[in-house]
């Protein structure tokens, strides 16, 4: 599960970063894992190489539009060292192995921001794409970003599915085999009763009381 292709530069902003501790938090999938959710570091680096590696080569390919069967230093830096504001990578972990990441990259001067998406093969399709678009969307909001785009192949389906039933409203445009979207992520009615609804049906899977919305980092 993943969308936009890597993009060009070196990590910026991170001298003197915050790291924002409110967004760790533990979170249960529809599939029932306990899955552990945190901001990225620069000491992931090593944990991030073994992910990539995990990889099968159709999601490695889904992530990059490319055969990349190796992360170069220069990619594990630019993807492990974020300044949390302009650039914030969310890591989801289970027993202390990373399994998922999710990003999203500003684009300078605008409130707009690329996200992206990469679940290991063995958890994909557990939901765990969904739980980490609606934390990133909490975050970027609250760092000024309102509009949300990626980029996907087209036969990569459950990265559309995510997008397409997440209620924001979602533009989509197909070209070449490759599917663009674009996306407000103000927290408007409808994407809380998506949200709100989701919760639910999680909480009913779990024979618990549902609760308004997903619970929050």
């Known amino acids: 599960m993943t969308t936009v292709p890597m993009k060009n530069g070196s990590p910026e902003g991170t001298p003197g970063a915050r790291y924002p501790a409110e967004l760790v938090c533990d979170v249960t999938t529809p599939e029932g894992t306990t899955i552990h959710l945190r901001p990225i570091r620069p000491d992931d680096a090593p944990g991030l190489v073994r992910f990539h590696q995990g990889l099968s080569p159709q999601s490695i390919y889904r992530r990059f539009f490319s055969v990349h069967p190796k992360l170069s230093d220069a990619e594990v830096a630019w993807f492990t060292c974020v300044d949390y504001v302009n650039r914030l990578a969310l890591v989801a972990e289970d027993g202390g192995r990373l399994v998922a990441i999710g990003r999203y990259d500003k ?88 949200r709100a609804a989701r919760a639910a049906r999680h909480a009913s899977h779990q024979d618990d009381p549902p609760g308004p919305e997903a619970p929050p980092c």
């Open 107 to 194: 684009s300078p001067g605008s409130r707009e921001a690329e996200v992206a998406f990469v679940v290991l093969d063995e958890y994909q399709h557990h939901g765990i794409g969904t739980l980490l678009l609606e934390r990133l969307a909490d975050a970027a909001w609250r760092n000024g970003v309102t509009t949300f785009v990626a980029s996907t192949l087209a036969d990569n389906r459950a990265m559309q599915h995510v997008f397409a039933t997440s209620g924001f409203k979602v533009t989509r445009v197909l070209d070449g085999g490759i599917v663009s979207f674009r996306f407000s992520i103000e927290p408007d009615d409808d994407y809380r009763a998506a």
